[in-house]
């Protein structure tokens, strides 16, 4: 058992560009989060997937953001369009589902920066 | 909705005090989850403990013990015998009932606790 684990771990941008993180769960995980998280503040929930089903959004995940888990295994995020305000930390955690409190398990992040 | 308030934004104690820190929740759910995690400078999230809505004993771990009290919708957390590598962010979360609000965990903003040596 590795940990989640995420590429890239500090990613440097222009704003408009686009950007692609990857996570990848602790193995036998079957639910993946993606969460944000600024400067001085705790971290936000973007989006969760069951396998490879995408169960709930939160309203900060806005249309230039897009989340896949293709084949239930690792995940991405992409941002188009970038803007300063998407400077952030971007956290994915896993947990298995079939642990009923289902404690989730933090990667340590991709930071990014928008110039 | 669903909300935590971490009051503490920051603490320092001197090495081998006692801290507390403290957790308000707020939830409609009649069944919830409280977690706290520890944030190190390296940033990565380190799970510490869970509690259960319908299980209000408190608990110790070694140097860490945890106050969960429903009356007050408070859970605590105490470092007894603070020591250098404590040093952090604490985070307190919610996990609501799947059926009412959903898997995410809600976080508090956190207290940066400094243990000087």
């Known amino acids: 058992d590795t940990g989640v684990s995420q590429d890239p771990r500090h990613k440097i941008t222009k704003r408009g560009q686009n950007v692609t993180f990857r996570c990848d769960p602790i193995?036998?995980?079957?639910?993946l989060y993606w969460y944000r998280q600024t400067l001085g503040q705790g971290p936000e929930f973007l989006t969760y997937?069951?396998?490879?089903?995408?169960?709930?959004k939160s309203r900060l995940l806005s249309d230039r953001f897009s989340a896949e888990r293709p084949k239930g295994s690792f995940s991405t995020l992409e941002i188009q369009r970038t803007e300063q305000g998407d400077s952030a930390m971007y956290l994915c955690?896993?947990?298995?589902?079939?642990?009923?409190?289902?404690?989730?398990?933090f990667g340590p992040g991709t930071r990014l920066t928008v110039l | 909705a669903q909300k935590v308030t971490q009051a503490q934004t920051e603490i320092s104690v001197v090495e081998k005090e006692d801290v507390t820190l403290d957790c308000v929740y707020e939830?409609?759910?009649?069944?919830?989850?409280l977690f706290w995690y520890k944030q190190p400078p390296s940033g990565e999230l380190v799970f510490l403990i869970r509690?259960?809505?319908?299980?209000?004993q408190n608990e110790i771990s070694g140097r860490y013990s945890w106050n969960f009290q429903k009356s007050t919708s408070s859970f605590n957390f105490t470092i007894t015998a603070s020591q250098v590598v404590d040093s952090a962010v604490y985070f307190c979360?919610?996990?609501?009932?799947?059926?009412?609000?959903?898997?995410?965990?809600?976080f508090g903003e956190g207290t940066q606790l400094t243990v000087n040596p």
């Open positions: 955690a896993s947990s298995d589902k079939l642990v009923e409190f289902g404690e989730q398990f």
């Open positions: 979360a919610l996990r609501g009932q799947e059926e009412t609000s959903g898997s995410r965990l809600t």
């Open positions: 939830t409609r759910d009649t069944t919830y989850y």
């Open positions: 193995s036998e995980h079957n639910r």
């Open positions: 509690r259960n809505s319908f299980d209000e």
């Open positions: 997937f069951q396998n490879e089903a995408q169960l709930e």
